[in-house]
């Protein structure tokens, strides 16, 4: 939405205004495919952005693969996505096998040796996991837990007291928001901050929310994200200054995320020249181009090789920006306790 009033405010795109249209899929793999398929056969939209997640990602994509119509992904990162022989899906988002890689170094370079790991049972959580495996194998370090739950499982006491039990100086956690929050209280329950050198989630401690419910808990504790408004990159604190008096508050990655992909799909349609498929599709192949998430280039799978993730953490009730070094605010608090 942010993205559509303001190239509208600058004018059109290829001499018309841009209009959304939307749908709630209700994280569905199947309704989105059905809705996907509504938006190209019934709604005859010109562009496509793909819906939030992996596993929905997957489904859309298939439709518009089907139809041979070009799909910017924004919010999904899983491998498989990408090694389907599809032409027509492009990503934007750092691939989730490589999510982790710069928490492990970073927890290395403070002397960490031995590390746990758990994740979701979702397409892109697997993949994190996948990539923590190599990674830590890569590296010489040692993984002493690997465990897997189920998204919709309410109490995390047995996990949170297997992790207690371990030995492992760094939780590596590929999550979501729900499930970050709810482990992080049952960690908290038991004392696992006592025994963690290093927390680090995915997803959920990027979001403001994380830290609305957590409250004091959340301090120390870890993200690895693809944006936050205190990255010193052209057009962050601009954008992040324009959506708070837009929507009243400051913007998390989601909606970085989404912007993003809206101006993927512009420098592709622009510099086609056209809204013809082919040459959008030919454009996002080989575009390179820096948008308010990062870096966008593609390999030709479609798989996005130019984007980076940063690592924050929650100190004085604030997400603060530690890594990488050329762009942190603060040191990271390493052991966090």
């Known amino acids: 939405q942010m993205w559509v009033h303001d190239i509208n405010a600058r004018g059109s795109l290829m001499g018309k205004r841009v209009e959304l249209v939307y749908y709630d899929d209700n994280s569905e793999p199947k309704r989105s495919a059905l809705l996907y398929r509504q ?15 992996s596993d929905t990602t997957m489904a859309a994509s298939t439709v518009a693969e089907e139809h041979n119509f070009p799909m910017v992904a924004s919010a999904a990162s899983a491998e498989q996505i990408w090694q389907r022989g599809y032409k027509n899906i492009f990503g934007t988002d ?6 982790m890689d710069i928490a492990i170094a970073e927890a290395q370079a403070k002397g960490a040796t031995t590390f746990d790991l758990i994740y ?5 959580s697997r993949d994190v ?3 923590v495996r190599r990674e830590i194998a890569s590296r010489g370090l040692t993984l002493l837990m690997d465990e897997m739950y189920q998204l919709d499982q309410v109490d995390y006491t047995a996990l949170a007291r297997k992790l207690s039990n371990s030995k492992g100086e760094v939780l590596l956690g590929a999550t979501y928001l729900e499930d970050a929050i709810a482990i992080s209280r049952a960690f908290r329950a038991i004392g696992i901050k006592s025994n963690k050198d290093m927390v680090a989630l995915t997803v959920g401690p990027a979001l403001r929310e994380f830290g609305d419910e957590m409250g004091p808990a ?5 993200g690895v994200v693809q944006w936050l408004r205190s990255v010193r990159k052209p057009g962050a604190q601009d954008f992040a200054y324009r959506y708070r008096l837009r929507y009243g508050y400051n913007p998390g990655v989601h909606a970085v995320i989404g912007y993003s992909a809206g101006q993927v799909l512009e420098a592709a349609v622009r510099l086609a020249r056209s809204l013809d498929k082919d040459a959008v599709r030919d454009q996002l192949m080989k575009l390179e181009f820096h948008s308010l998430l990062g870096n966008y280039k593609v390999d030709e ?4 090789i130019g984007k980076r993730n940063y690592l924050l953490q929650w100190q004085d009730n604030r997400r603060r920006l530690v890594a990488p070094a050329d762009v942190a605010e603060r ?7």
């Open 129 to 131: 996991a996948q990539g």
């Open 39 to 53: 938006l190209i056969e019934k709604d005859k939209v010109d562009l496509l952005v793909g819906p939030y997640s």
């Open 301 to 304: 799978t479609g798989r996005q």
């Open 94 to 99: 750092k691939p989730s096998a490589n999510y």
């Open 331 to 337: 040191k990271l608090i390493y052991p966090r306790n």
């Open 218 to 222: 959340a301090e120390g504790i870890v």
């Open 120 to 124: 979701s049972d979702s397409v892109f």
